[in-house]
C-alpha cells in the first residue's frame, strides 16, 4: 500500500465527501462554493505542532496540494494553512 510521509510541517488531509453538521449545530458544506472544507488528518510531519492524525480540521479549498494516492484524493497542505480543529 501506498502512504505518504510528509515532511517539516506539512499535513495529509482527506476531504470529507459530504456536508457535515457538528453536534453543536456548525454545518460544514462540501460543496464547490463553499471557501472551506473539512477533512481528517492521516499523518503530520515532525514539525506540524498540536495536529495529530485523526484530528477533524477545516482548511481553506485552495489550500496546498492535491495528491492522489490509490486512487483516493488527499491534500497535502502546511499545518499554518489549518483554520480550526473541529470538535464534535
Known amino acids: 500500500m ?5 515532511l517539516d510541517d506539512y ?20 460543496s464547490a462554493e463553499a471557501g472551506c472544507l473539512s477533512g481528517i488528518v492521516t499523518a503530520t510531519g515532525p514539525d506540524a505542532n498540536g495536529i495529530d492524525p ?4 477545516l482548511f481553506p479549498k485552495d489550500a496546498g ?6 486512487g ?5 497542505i502546511r499545518r499554518a494553512e489549518l483554520i480550526a480543529r473541529i470538535q464534535d
Open 2 to 6: 501506498v502512504s505518504l510521509e510528509p
Open 11 to 30: 499535513v495529509v488531509i482527506e476531504p470529507s465527501d459530504e456536508e457535515a453538521e457538528t453536534r453543536h449545530g456548525l454545518i460544514i458544506p462540501a
Open 54 to 57: 485523526g484530528d477533524k480540521v
Open 65 to 70: 496540494y492535491e495528491v492522489r494516492l490509490a
Open 72 to 76: 483516493t484524493a488527499v491534500k497535502v
